[in-house]
């Protein structure tokens, strides 16, 4: 079975530029999860999508940050305008559906640098 | 709001070395313990998980019990190899599923 794919696996870009990542999650997957994870931490939920619709999104900075699942599968994250602080692994997770005890399944992430 | 708590880290262990990582956790309801692991240049993979007080995770070796009383779901191993290196992530998920982790530990095994 498929893990879940994610690219690019690395970005650099400047302060202010726009950067955007992309999920595929393990098929037949109904949930799918963005987290960052910054040096030192453990991972920070942004947002959680069940098929194509938000269920959690408080953590999400919206003023710059977006996120969307339009087909109720692949999924992409947006920075517009980036930050030094938005430096961060950025992984995409995915479940069989919702639920406290379903196990979440994580893809190699995004490693982003901004300068 | 959930939170856990991991040991300070790193943890440097030699072979076979018996091994304990402290988790805690804060939580409303019943939620589900998790350790997560990453191994170096790897994604982040479930280890094991409980799902209800009492409940004993185990994989690869390692152990954790669910401790309501206490609120701690510990990791253990009885002897630690090499390829055990990695970090180590306590998490939990209430009923939303959103997984609250621990800022993760570094054990490094030598030979």
């Known amino acids: 079975e498929a893990g879940v794919a994610q690219s690019p696996r690395y970005k650099i870009i400047e302060k202010r530029q726009s950067v955007a990542f992309w999920c595929n999650p393990i098929?037949?997957?109904?949930?799918l999860y963005w987290y960052q994870q910054i040096l030192g931490q453990g991972p920070k939920l942004l947002i959680q999508?069940?098929?194509?619709?938000?269920?959690?999104d408080s953590q999400l900075p919206k003023d710059r940050f977006s996120a969307e699942r339009l087909k109720g599968v692949d999924s992409t994250l947006k920075i517009q305008p980036a930050k030094l602080e938005d430096s961060a692994v950025y992984l995409c997770?995915?479940?069989?559906?919702?639920?406290?005890?379903?196990?979440?399944?994580f893809g190699p992430g995004t490693r982003l640098l901004v300068l | 709001g959930n939170s856990v708590t991991q040991m300070e880290g790193p943890v440097t262990l030699s072979e076979e070395a018996f091994l304990t990582i402290n988790c805690t956790y804060t939580?409303?309801?019943?939620?589900?313990l998790f350790w997560y692991v990453q191994y170096p240049g790897e994604g982040l993979q479930l280890l094991l998980k409980?799902?209800?007080?009492?409940d004993k995770g185990s994989n690869k070796g390692f152990e954790a019990t669910y401790r309501k009383e206490t609120t701690s779901f510990h990791l253990e191993k009885g002897s630690v190899q090499v390829s055990d290196s990695a970090v180590y992530f306590c998490?939990?998920?209430?009923?939303?599923?959103?997984?609250?982790f621990g800022k993760g530990i570094t054990l490094s095994v030598r030979p």
């Open positions: 098929s037949g997957h109904a949930t």
């Open positions: 998490a939990l998920t209430g009923a939303n599923s959103k997984l609250t």
């Open positions: 939580a409303t309801g019943y939620p589900s």
């Open positions: 409980a799902t209800k007080a009492d």
């Open positions: 999508f069940q098929n194509n619709g938000v269920v959690d």
């Open positions: 997770a995915s479940s069989l559906d919702l639920g406290g005890s379903e196990t979440q399944y």
